[in-house]
């Protein structure tokens, strides 16, 4: 038993070093390119699309569920939206609570015919609504069909090339699709889809849907997601977009070519990570046609939502998160190793099966032994202290250093005072948060295959004050 | 490796974070107390910068600028924030004066400068304030340049922003140049020398097709019905992309010499052709095509569908001919089609 755990103690302790050097070593690739567009003036470099014709038009798709608290502030927020052509389609996938009635009452929505192209097959449409003061603004009443179908339904309805997906929980900043925008313009087609940054808006000033002051929460938990996000933003999708293996773009915020997500089939209903699953699928269309296009994360343009302030929401959350990730790539798994993909299967399926999905089933051996180890003497206790540093190095000083690479590319933060609170916090990650993020995020594998998809259980307070 | 190596690794690893973490929160509490002097300074000479604008005679605030520890910085956001706010303050001759007495040696360094990000809004200010002393350093700077990235894009634009017609000369080295770019630069260069340009653009010895889409598609969206004729011209072209785009200038213009001309595109192969030429015949309400949208109402292309039912709503009796089609149409889509317009007229924001 105990030549079993040491042998598995030096196993979780070779792969947490190597995940460290490999999150190391994606940063330092992406770097170069933050620190170059760092200084540059974003308001000039996005100014003259804002005039220009040759800028796409873009459909915005807001999916919502039991959204009625943030349903129409975040319409508000991207009716304020700089961009010279849009529309705005919020799609009611068959909520329980009053979200049509507070689209319907707020814009002045009138019910319409609507001569839809079944690009998609979705779950039955109930009624097309446009309003009377933006006739912009139009809303989708379906019958429930899950997350996936709902931005079908948008895409189905949606008259432009571009379109933009955005939770209905969340604000968008004033540029942000202009700034998702102009990598595409830029590209002259050549890249599909863009993703912005999303970032908690918990803490922070809001009003009149805007992000007035940037601030950080109270809540401990809330905190160190803040923490989390800079981590997976900042240190992963960075560099997979630049070498363009990036497999995620967050479902509260990206940017797609409508032709293309119609090529692939557009969501996948089957699934509750419908979003990364439809990046692993446009790539996937993209390596067999021998496509030069691109997929690109950006981090400037920032999507605010709100996260989950209780245990429970943020367990269910993560829980979805990871059955999403075993999903797509279980679904994938032809890409696995193959090198007809080139770089996405030789790379980026086994870096996301390795670091990010069974990262969690490692941590929690090397928990287990660090807790055997000290107090049943499970193994060595110089290893299990061995392990114990590694842990921490891992969890704590790795997501440090991710608030310290944000305060030197974006610091979006103001304060220093708020530097200060998020480096201590992230220092102690590996001794509560981690744990149990591993333990839901084991506990999501085994959920993959026991339940049936949904949307997400979170309960909403609203963000905007 | 041992137990206390990894103790010295991790405690240096740790060392070394609280070290940069230091260093950035001094970093940060310097740059936001210059930030906030600098924010200090531009409210305190708002007033004074608005009088000069006015009357330039009005010495006192090149006064408190030269008394200003960040003057430049402080005039830099004064006319950005000026030229964007006022119409026609880029061609302001005190923003030029005002940019080319103090900014204009710290723009020459910084264009020279290895930082990327400073030398694309060196380029983006000298455009926004027309420095025109500066053209020889560009002129200097894209003779070297032999890639068209956004450094040297950015560059052509401030180019002809300057009504440098170089700018054109230079896209064109470039097989691959972007339609986009050529008219950034058409929309960019003073009437008179836009109008030579596109007259040599759509000359026909003229042999860059991506130049004389872009003339056609420019003269559309800036309306210059001079050039009607022209581009009525180019409907005969054998090359499709030029029909097309020559269609969509004319449906821009709203207005067309011969309307007959119209007439083929209506059974053009090409859905593109059939749908711009029914937008165009509801734009101009050109009755005698009214047959034929409401045969295109049944056309298999969704989106010529689309620009046929809602040209019958152009129509003074088109509500009329729309109802009629929504019940007898024999094709079904079409039915759905002229069922959604004749119930309102839908569009995007414009």
């Known amino acids: 038993m105990q030549e079993v755990a040491l042998i598995l103690s030096y196993i979780v302790i070779a792969y947490m070093l190597f995940s460290s050097l490999s999150y190391l070593g994606l940063f330092a690739l992406a770097y170069g390119k933050v620190k170059k567009e760092n200084k540059l003036d974003k308001r000039e470099s996005t100014e003259d699309f804002l005039r220009n014709q040759s800028t796409y038009p873009v459909s915005i798709l807001v999916p919502a569920y039991n959204e009625e608290v943030g349903v129409v502030s975040t319409v508000r927020s991207l009716l304020a939206l700089e961009y010279p052509e849009k529309e705005i389609i919020v799609i009611d996938d068959g909520s329980k609570d009053s979200t049509s009635l507070r689209m319907i009452e707020e814009f002045k929505m009138k019910k319409i015919p609507f001569a839809v192209r079944t690009h998609i097959e979705t779950a039955e449409v109930e009624a097309i609504y446009q309003s009377s003061i933006f006739p912009y603004i139009r809303l989708i009443k379906k019958a429930n069909g899950g ?11 949606s008259s432009f090339p ?26 002259d087609g050549q890249i599909i889809v863009t993703g912005g940054s999303v970032r908690i808006a918990n803490g922070s000033t809001i009003s009149r849907s805007k992000v007035e002051i940037v601030g950080l929460p109270k809540s401990p938990i809330v905190l160190m997601q803040i923490v989390e996000y800079f981590r997976a933003f900042l240190i992963g999708r960075l560099a997979l977009s630049h070498l363009n293996i990036l497999l ?13 997500v119609i090529q692939a089939g557009g969501y996948n209903k089957n699934t509750v990570g419908e979003d990364m699953e439809l990046v692993v699928r446009l790539h996937r269309l993209l390596r067999e046609e021998k496509s030069k296009q691109r997929i690109e994360y950006i981090p400037d343009p920032v999507c605010w939502t709100e996260a989950p302030e209780s245990l429970e929401v943020l367990r269910s959350q993560r829980i979805r998160w990871q059955r999403g990730l075993l999903e797509t790539l279980w679904n994938h798994r032809k890409m696995m190793l193959n090198p007809k993909y080139g770089s996405i299967g030789l790379f980026s399926m086994p870096y996301f099966l390795f670091v990010e999905l069974l990262g969690a089933v490692f941590e929690f051996i090397g928990y287990f032994i660090i807790f055997g180890g000290f107090f049943f003497s499970l193994v060595d206790p110089q290893v299990a202290g061995v392990m114990f540093l590694v842990t921490v190095f891992y969890g704590s000083l790795i997501s ?25 916090w992230a220092l102690t990650e590996a001794f509560w948060y981690r744990p149990l993020m591993v333990l839901w995020r084991v506990r999501g594998i085994i959920a993959t295959f026991q339940k049936k998809a949904h949307w997400g259980d979170m309960k909403r307070k609203g963000i905007s004050t | 490796m041992n137990l206390s190596h990894f103790w010295i690794l991790i405690a240096s690893l740790f060392l070394g974070q609280l ?18 002097a600098i924010n200090g300074q531009y409210d305190a000479l708002t007033d004074s910068f608005s009088s000069y604008m006015m009357d330039p005679s009005d010495e006192r605030f090149i006064e408190e600028l030269k008394a200003s520890p960040y003057h430049l910085v402080v005039l830099e956001r004064l006319l950005n924030h000026y030229v964007s706010v006022t119409k026609g303050g880029a061609d302001s001759p005190a923003v030029s004066r005002l940019s080319e007495e103090f900014l204009s040696k710290r723009y020459m360094k910084l264009l ?29 700077k894209l003779a070297k340049s032999s890639r068209l990235d956004q450094e040297t894009q950015q ?26 770019l050529y008219i950034d630069v058409f929309k960019r260069l003073d009437e008179l020398t836009k109008l030579d340009e596109l007259d040599a653009a759509l000359n026909e010895e003229n042999d860059n097709q991506t130049l004389k889409h872009s003339a056609v598609s420019y003269i559309g969206m800036a309306g210059m019905t001079l ?20 269609l969509k200038a004319i449906l821009h213009l709203q207005y067309m010499n011969s309307p007959s001309a119209l007439a083929p595109f209506f059974e053009s192969t090409a859905w593109p052709e059939r749908m711009f030429a029914a937008q165009i015949a509801g734009k101009l309400q050109l009755s005698r095509y009214k047959e034929m949208l409401s045969e295109l109402l049944g056309d298999p292309v969704w989106w010529v569908r689309y620009s046929s039912a809602e040209a019958l709503t152009q129509f003074s009796e088109g509500d009329i001919v729309l109802t009629h089609l929504a019940e007898s149409h024999p094709d079904r889509y079409a039915r759905d089609m002229a069922n959604q317009w004749k119930t309102s007229l839908l569009g995007s924001e414009q």
């Open chain 1, 147 to 157: 997350k996936a179908d709902a931005l079908n339904a948008g895409v189905n309805l």
């Open chain 1, 162 to 187: 571009y379109f933009c997906a955005i939770d209905g929980d969340s604000i968008l900043e004033n540029d942000g699709l202009l700034k998702c925008m102009k990598p595409i313009i830029e590209s």
């Open chain 1, 248 to 260: 995620i773009v967050s479902g509260a915020f990206g940017v797609f070519n409508k032709e293309r």
């Open chain 1, 400 to 424: 440090a250093l991710a608030v310290l690479l944000e305060e030197l590319t974006l610091h979006k933060y103001p304060k220093v005072s708020h530097l200060m609170r998020l480096y201590f």
């Open chain 2, 19 to 36: 070290l940069l973490l230091l260093i950035l929160a001094w970093r940060k509490q310097r740059s936001n107390k210059r930030e906030a």
């Open chain 2, 112 to 140: 020279k400068r290895g930082n990327w990000a400073m030398r694309m809004n060196t380029l983006y200010f000298i455009e926004d304030f027309r420095m025109e002393s500066l053209v020889p350093q560009l002129k200097e």
């Open chain 2, 155 to 180: 560059l052509i634009r401030t180019l002809a922003s300057l009504n440098e017609t170089v700018a054109i000369e230079a896209l064109a080295k470039y097989p691959d140049a972007p339609a986009r």
């Open chain 2, 227 to 246: 050039f009607l004729p022209r581009v009525e011209e180019e409907l005969q072209n054998p090359e499709m992309e030029m029909r097309i785009q020559a």
